[in-house]
T-cell receptor
Framework: AQSVTQPDIHITVSEGASLELRCNYS??????LFWYVQSPGQGLQLLLK??????LVQGIKGFEAEFKRSQSSFNLRKPSVHWSDAAEYFC??????????FGAGTRLTVKP | DTAVSQTPKYLVTQMGNDKSIKCEQN?????MYWYKQDSKKFLKIMFS???????INETVPNRFSPKSPDKAHLNLHINSLELGDSAVYFC????????????FGPGTRLTVL
């Protein structure tokens, strides 16, 4: 069965600092991996996705993620965090749109 | 221009009542979904509809019934509401059998008193 683990429930970083949000997955085949962001009171917005090819994926808002098959990970990174990045971040895994499973989310707080 | 819209945004009601949440998408997608996000932010899929047929039902109580009058709409009816139904419900849409992005609505916060 497929599953997604986001080990960090809450992360606090200073504005301008670098960010890495962890995501580990369990899946029986080549996974399709996604990162979504949920701003307070809003729906989910796709940041980036990985299906195949280059394991370093670029997304919107300056985010990137790297697929590491050997570690079953798909960590999200940003070199310099902005205050507007404060939100809830969800990693998801699936074979297609009908088979997506979401992680429990990581809440990001940005300190001035 | 809203891609996926939901109404109402907030819904407060008493236990035992019956309520509905509406969802509409204007993206031309053939599949629509309902997710439930609990107080701990955990997001779980409830249903999906493709071409008016239910294709996923994730052990959701039968008090919940999705109804899709056409490909652009997927409404969620909830009978005999319980306290545990309090959550944020998200509608989403996508294309079946692809890895295209799912687009999410803004959510409906349901509070059962």
């Amino acid at each position: 069965a497929q599953s997604v683990t986001q080990p960090d429930i809450h992360i606090t970083v200073s504005e301008g600092a670098s960010l890495e949000l962890r995501c580990n997955y369990s899946y029986g085949a080549t996974p399709y991996l996604f990162w979504y962001v949920q701003s307070p009171g809003q729906g989910l917005q796709l940041l980036l996705k990985y299906f195949s090819g280059d394991t370093l994926v670029q997304g919107i808002k300056g985010f990137e993620a790297e697929f590491k098959r050997s570690q079953s990970s798909f960590n999200l990174r940003k070199p310099s965090v902005h205050w507007s990045d404060a939100a809830e971040y969800f990693c998801a895994v699936g074979a297609n749109n009908n088979d997506m499973r979401f992680g429990a989310g990581t809440r990001l707080t940005v300190k001035p | 221009d809203t891609a996926v819209s939901q109404t109402p945004k907030y819904l407060v009601t008493q236990m035992g009542n019956d309520k509905s949440i509406k969802c509409e998408q204007n993206l031309g997608h053939d599949t629509m979904y309902w997710y439930k996000q609990d107080s701990k932010k955990f997001l779980k899929i409830m249903f999906s509809y493709n071409n008016k047929e239910l294709i996923i039902n994730e052990t959701v109580p039968n008090r919940f019934s999705p109804k899709s009058p056409d490909k652009a709409h997927l409404n969620l009816h909830i009978n005999s509401l319980e306290l545990g139904d309090s959550a944020v419900y998200f509608c989403a849409s996508g294309r079946t059998g692809t890895t295209d992005t799912q687009y999410f609505g803004p959510g409906t916060r349901l509070t059962v008193l």
